[in-house]
């Protein structure tokens, strides 16, 4: 089954529809993946913060964190670990958290 849908966009940038649509394709295939890898190691949706700003706050605080993982181990090369395995060893371990927070820049 085909379906066709029209979105609308306002933008001051000069470009045809099919860079607008690759644009836009690129972005969100960059978001999912983000929200995908955020909700493996964090399980995000399953999260029962609703009071307030909690649910932003901590998803900003999750997005800190896995940064922090992702460029610590960029600088040592390490790629064994999934990123839940080395969040579940930072909580294990002080000396690992402490690795992370002092070689993420």
């Given at each position: 089954?085909?379906e066709?849908?029209?979105r609308?966009?306002i933008s001051s940038?000069?470009s045809?529809?099919?860079?607008?649509?690759?644009a836009?394709r690129?972005?969100?295939?960059?978001?999912?993946?983000?929200h995908w890898l955020l909700d493996?190691a964090?399980d995000e949706d399953?999260s029962?913060?609703?009071?307030g700003?909690?649910?932003?706050?901590f998803?900003?605080?999750?997005?800190?964190?896995?940064?922090?993982?992702?460029?610590?181990?960029?600088?040592?090369?390490?790629?064994?670990?999934s990123?839940?395995s080395k969040?579940?060893k930072a909580g294990?371990?002080?000396?690992?958290?402490?690795?992370?927070?002092?070689?993420?820049?």
């Open positions: 089954v085909k066709i849908q029209t609308h966009y940038a000069l045809t529809a099919k860079k607008f649509n690759e836009i690129e972005h969100w295939g960059i978001e999912n993946s983000l493996v964090f399953n029962m913060k609703r009071a700003n909690a649910a932003e706050n998803s900003v605080i999750s997005k800190i964190a896995l940064n922090a993982i992702r460029q610590s181990d960029q600088k040592k090369g390490v790629t064994k670990l990123v839940k969040r579940k294990w371990s002080n000396d690992y958290l402490t690795n992370i927070l002092t070689n993420a820049h």
